[in-house]
């Protein structure tokens, strides 16, 4: 699908060298569904999406994961929401095995159908649960977004860029992927490069790219330039990954190298 709606942002492939036109997403992460909800307050002043992290709800279940939902969703009405359970897998704190994670998130779309945009869906949870779990996500009327981290290092060029193209023949609706630049500013270089392959390959699915840490938050930023729909942002200096900037700072950047290019 080449246009993701979500709510009242739509998430599409860039057509030209853009970075404004990233949307900014602000993760959100608490154990209550009370404290995601006082945290959306402020975050939902800066964000086109609120990225409503699950994972950290103790105890992670459907029936908490919908409530904190629910919560986020009155405290920012209007704002489209992510759903996302990160496993030890990806970098995560949910210790889920995949059949259990894809159990988890397949309840929570029919428990919640229409209460949330879209869904993060590990790609590497397998090819029969990502399928599964994009039809349950668009039966429960979202968006899937395949994702898949890598804290280790960044993986070669066409390694990268090959990710993101399977994730699009998979079905994706968004393909996301975030590594680590462990040899330093090359490496984000490399992923910009990824990333524009499996764009002008793939132009009918939005990517979202990052190269994490300090010496990777420049991608963040241009991302846009090369192929990326939306950046992570956060409020009260809480980030959900390294290099992450302030939600305000990244909104103006974009902005401003937007008008540039």
Same mark, same amino acid.
């Given at each position: 699908?080449?246009?993701?709606?979500?709510?009242?942002?739509?998430?599409?492939?860039?057509?030209?060298?853009?970075?404004?036109?990233?949307?900014?997403?602000?993760?959100?992460?608490?154990?209550?569904?009370?404290?995601?909800?006082?945290?959306?307050?402020?975050?939902?002043?800066?964000?086109?999406?609120?990225?409503?992290?699950?994972?950290?709800?103790?105890?992670?279940?459907?029936?908490?994961?919908?409530?904190?939902?629910?919560?986020?969703?009155?405290?920012?009405?209007?704002?489209?929401?992510?759903?996302?359970?990160?496993?030890?897998?990806?970098?995560?704190?949910?210790?889920?095995?995949?059949?259990?994670?894809?159990?988890?998130?397949?309840?929570?779309?029919?428990?919640?159908?229409?209460?949330?945009?879209? &869904?993060? !869906?590990?790609?590497?949870? /397998?090819?029969?649960?990502? #399928?599964? %779990? *994009?039809? +349950?996500?668009?039966? =429960?009327? $979202?968006?899937?977004?395949?994702?898949?981290?890598?804290?280790?290092?960044?993986?070669?060029?066409?390694?990268?860029?090959?990710?993101?193209?399977?994730?699009?023949?998979?079905?994706?609706?968004?393909?996301? &992927?975030? !590594?680590?630049?462990?040899? /330093?500013?090359?490496?984000? #270089?490399? %992923? *910009?490069? +990824?990333?524009?392959? =499996?764009? $002008?390959?793939?132009?009918?699915?939005?990517?979202?790219?990052?190269?994490?840490?300090?010496?990777?938050?420049?991608?963040?930023?241009?991302?846009?330039?090369?192929?990326?729909?939306?950046?992570?942002?956060?409020?009260?200096?809480?980030?959900?990954?390294?290099?992450?900037?302030? #939600?305000?700072? *990244?909104? +103006?950047?974009?902005? =401003?190298?937007?008008?540039?290019?």
């Amino acid at each position: 699908m080449p246009d993701v709606q979500a709510g009242r942002v739509t998430l599409k492939a860039p057509a030209r060298a853009t970075a404004g036109g990233c949307r900014v997403i602000v993760p959100l992460s608490a154990g209550t569904a009370d404290a995601l909800a006082s945290l959306a307050k402020e975050a939902a002043l800066l964000a086109d999406i609120l990225e409503v992290r699950l994972d950290a709800l103790a105890p992670l279940t459907a029936e908490h994961a919908a409530a904190a939902l629910d919560a986020v969703g009155a405290a920012a009405p209007g704002v489209p929401l992510l759903a996302t359970v990160r496993t030890v897998r990806e970098g995560g704190p949910a210790d889920l095995c995949p059949g259990k994670y894809a159990d988890l998130l397949k309840e929570l779309c029919r428990l919640r159908p229409g209460g949330f945009r879209l &869904l993060d !869906v590990e790609f590497s949870a /397998g090819a029969e649960l990502c #399928a599964d %779990l *994009l039809a +349950a996500a668009h039966k =429960a009327g $979202a968006a899937a977004v395949f994702s898949r981290h890598d804290f280790a290092g960044t993986p070669p060029v066409a390694e990268m860029a090959c990710t993101l193209l399977a994730m699009a023949d998979a079905g994706a609706d968004v393909a996301k &992927l975030a !590594v680590m630049p462990a040899e /330093g500013p090359a490496d984000a #270089a490399r %992923l *910009l490069e +990824a990333t524009a392959r =499996a764009a $002008a390959l793939r132009p009918e699915t939005p990517l979202i790219t990052m190269s994490m840490g300090a010496a990777g938050a420049v991608s963040r930023v241009c991302g846009g330039a090369f192929g990326v729909c939306a950046s992570f942002g956060a409020v009260g200096g809480a980030a959900s990954a390294p290099g992450q900037p302030d #939600a305000g700072a *990244l909104r +103006a950047a974009l902005t =401003a190298l937007d008008k540039a290019l």
